[in-house]
């Protein structure tokens, strides 16, 4: 499945330091095609890795992520971008709230249309009614009153009436009259899109005027919802999608496309054939879904707040002009100590685990260290060499500790602005290489 293929293509990073234009390239490549595969439709899956790729080019930071991982988080944000973002609500104004279902023929809309009532009677504290306006197969009035049943919702029908608009305007003043506030309209549907289908629920629309027109679709239909979902779309201009069969072998990709061509909003989805298998479309979940990865996004989401990408790049460009001074090295020890543990400071700097292994830094080392820093002047921070016999001993008696304890972190320092130093120059990565970096 799709998560599978992703998961393969997510792989292909693994290993690599960086992300770079080459295996940026492969990963989406992979990413696409199972995008595809989800039956996406290709402009928008290339569209979305274009975009993606733009994003991921240059994101070398210096955190303690993997490549991989950050392109996880770049396609999930992405993914959740082109689903809609925000979660999208339903309109309750008017009285009665008046909302037309549309869509094919067994896609779900008589099953919805009941789940929905159910939803807004239990959970919104609504009186719906149930209006059936499917008039070509008898079955489906007995149907509507099947699902009504079993809710505790009533159900208007008038089996006698072979016009739908007129049912549909019954049924409201039925609702005015009885105190019902939600009326949902289940309307009859095609196998296919056809004219007098699309002629009929128009003439419905017009007459009832409904806060919400929504649309349902099979989600198992692939890329002919998206097709279909136009067809519709350019008809009644409707205010949202319902993504029906859920449950099944999961089409996340249904999702991704009809939102970018019509751009509505996807609203519910069913997951089942009962009554409670309804879920509000959360996109950030749904992307995560279809990615197979919450557990890998959510820790890249911890990780990132714990470490300002910004302050990362500043830092390197500091590194690579020389400029890296102690303020910087009390910011690295801020970032440490946020994520309480402190290999990864070594982590962080590159080339550095090598030469920090021998400095051996507890834990607690990091009161004195910081009390010292404190203890010089901006200018010292900036340009430790001024830091002279004198300054020492100030900058001792400032922090309470002992001027050994000055030059040792002083020595410490030096050591590691010299490698870093070395890992930026033209001969860095034979050194890198060398130290086992
Ligand atoms: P309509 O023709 O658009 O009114 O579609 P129906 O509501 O009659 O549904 C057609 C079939 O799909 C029925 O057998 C439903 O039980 C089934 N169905 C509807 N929604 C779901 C769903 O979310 N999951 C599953 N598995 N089946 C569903
Ligand atoms: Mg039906």
Redo the contacts with the bound molecule.
């Keep these: 499945n799709l998560s599978d293929k992703l998961d393969k293509a997510f792989h292909i990073l693994k290993g690599h330091g960086k992300i770079t234009e080459v295996n940026v390239a492969d990963t989406l490549k992979e990413v696409r095609r199972a995008l595809l595969d989800a039956d996406v439709n290709f402009k928008i899956a290339k569209d979305f890795t274009t975009k993606v790729k733009e994003k991921a080019i240059g994101q070398d930071v210096l955190t303690t992520l993997q490549p991989g991982q950050l392109l996880v988080k770049l396609v999930k944000d992405e993914l959740t971008e082109l689903m809609g973002g925000d979660v999208a609500g339903v309109n309750l104004s008017g009285n009665p709230t008046v909302i037309l279902?549309s869509?094919?023929?067994?896609?779900?809309?008589?099953?919805?249309?009941?789940?929905l009532a159910n939803f807004l009677k239990t959970k919104k504290n609504k009186k719906p009614l149930l209006v059936a306006c499917?008039i070509y197969r008898p079955a489906?009035i007995n149907?509507l009153h099947v699902v009504g049943d079993q809710i505790g919702v009533e159900v208007y029908s008038e089996p006698e009436n072979k016009n739908p608009v007129e049912i549909a305007q019954n049924a409201i003043k039925h609702a005015k009259a009885n105190g019902l506030n939600v009326v949902i309209v289940?309307t009859a549907?095609r196998l296919a899109v056809d004219q007098e289908m699309m002629d009929e629920i128009a003439r419905v629309h017009k007459a009832i005027q409904p806060q919400e027109t929504l649309f349902?679709v099979?989600s198992m239909t692939g890329q002919d919802a998206v097709n279909t979902a136009k067809a519709f779309n350019d008809i009644l201009n409707f205010d949202g999608v319902i993504l029906?069969?859920?449950?099944?072998d999961t089409r996340g990709g249904a999702a991704i496309s009809i939102k970018s061509v019509v751009n509505k909003p996807i609203k519910f989805?069913?997951?089942?054939?009962k009554m409670e298998?309804?879920d509000i479309f959360y996109p950030d979940r749904m992307a995560e879904r279809i990615l197979g990865m919450g557990d890998v996004v959510s820790l890249v989401e911890r990780a990132q707040e714990q470490f300002d990408e910004e302050e990362a790049r500043k830092l390197q460009k500091k590194i690579a002009k020389n400029e890296f001074g102690f303020d910087d090295f009390l910011t690295q020890i801020q970032q440490v100590k946020k994520m309480g543990n402190m290999k990864d400071l070594v982590g962080m700097i590159p080339g550095a685990s090598k030469a920090m292994k021998d400095v051996e830094i507890e834990d607690d080392a990091f009161k004195h260290i910081e009390a010292i820093i404190h203890s010089m002047t901006p200018g010292e921070r900036s340009k430790p060499a001024i830091i002279d016999v004198k300054r020492k001993a100030r900058i001792a008696k400032g922090s309470g500790t002992k001027v050994e304890q000055v030059n040792q972190l002083m020595k410490q320092f030096d050591q590691m602005s010299k490698m870093m130093k070395m890992m930026q120059g033209p001969g860095g990565k034979n050194l890198m290489k060398m130290m086992g970096g």
Excluded at 105 to 114: I, L, R
Excluded at 269 to 273: D, I, N, Q, R
């Design positions: 279902m869509g094919l023929q067994g896609s779900g809309k008589t099953t919805f249309s009941g789940k499917d489906a149907q289940d549907g349902v099979d029906t069969k859920l449950d099944g989805v069913g997951t089942g054939e298998a309804i």
